[in-house]
């Protein structure tokens, strides 16, 4: 086998830093840190009581939704509630739960293989121990989303305008969250994000809280 200079040694997830050390160690390679991340899902549909706007009879799979205009739910980011996620998850860290996906943030090691598999591209891959995140991958107009959803991100940029760190952004329409600099900047934000949403859809990551209470429990 050859030796690719090119590959980091980092690329098993599952492993994590211990394996990366090793490989780095057989290789020879500088070792690369790694992150701990847990797949996110960015979709509030059922608190956002979003509504079908079509029966669908089709197959029963995401990707097979998809094709019929988009899906039988009123939001076009909506997940799509069949769970081809679930089925793709290799280490069984997701079940679906009255039709959306819930992510086990301890068994979860950060693949992306269910990313990878929804079509519509609303699974995010966040670090672990992340303070913050928006559950929501709308990128209409506010008009828009207060039409189909009751909880969606309306692009109203206030959390973009006060956080300190300077973490936010609103890129192509969607909330998006440096989570380096927001855990760099030091508790004294004290989240001001989740304060002043108008939606309440930026919420605390209750996943790390999740992992460090099984980290406790152990």
């Known amino acids: 086998m050859v030796n690719d200079p090119t590959v980091p040694p980092n690329l098993c997830f599952p492993g994590k830093e211990e394996v990366a050390a090793k490989v780095a ?3 020879g390679k500088k070792m690369a840190s790694v992150e701990n991340v847990t797949a996110a899902i960015r979709c509030s549909r059922p608190e956002g009581n979003v509504k079908v706007q079509l029966d669908y009879v089709g ?6 939704a998809s094709l019929a205009y988009g899906g039988p739910w009123a939001c076009k980011f909506a997940c799509l509630g069949f769970g081809d996620c679930v ?13 959306m996906p819930q992510v086990d943030p301890v068994a979860c090691v950060g693949c992306g293989t269910c990313a990878r598999t929804c079509p519509k591209g609303i699974i995010e891959l966040i670090p672990s121990q992340a303070r913050v ?10 008009k828009e989303v207060k039409a ?3 909880v969606g991100c309306i692009s109203c ?5 006060v956080c300190p760190a300077k973490a936010v952004t609103l890129e192509e329409g969607i909330i998006k969250i440096d989570h380096k600099k927001c855990l760099d900047f030091g508790p004294e934000c004290n989240e ?4 002043k949403c108008p939606q309440e859809i930026f919420k605390y990551y209750r996943h790390a809280v999740s992992v460090n209470k099984s980290k406790e429990a152990a």
Request: charged share 25%; with cysteine.
């Open 148 to 150: 189909v959803c009751e």
């Open 192 to 195: 001001v994000c989740v304060e």
């Open 157 to 161: 940029r206030m959390c973009v305008k």
């Open 87 to 99: 089925l793709a998850c290799p280490f069984d860290a997701m079940e679906l739960v009255n039709g």
């Open 25 to 27: 160690e057989i290789t």
């Open 59 to 64: 197959h029963k799979t995401c990707e097979g």
């Open 133 to 142: 995140w928006v559950p929501c991958s709308n990128r209409d107009s506010a």
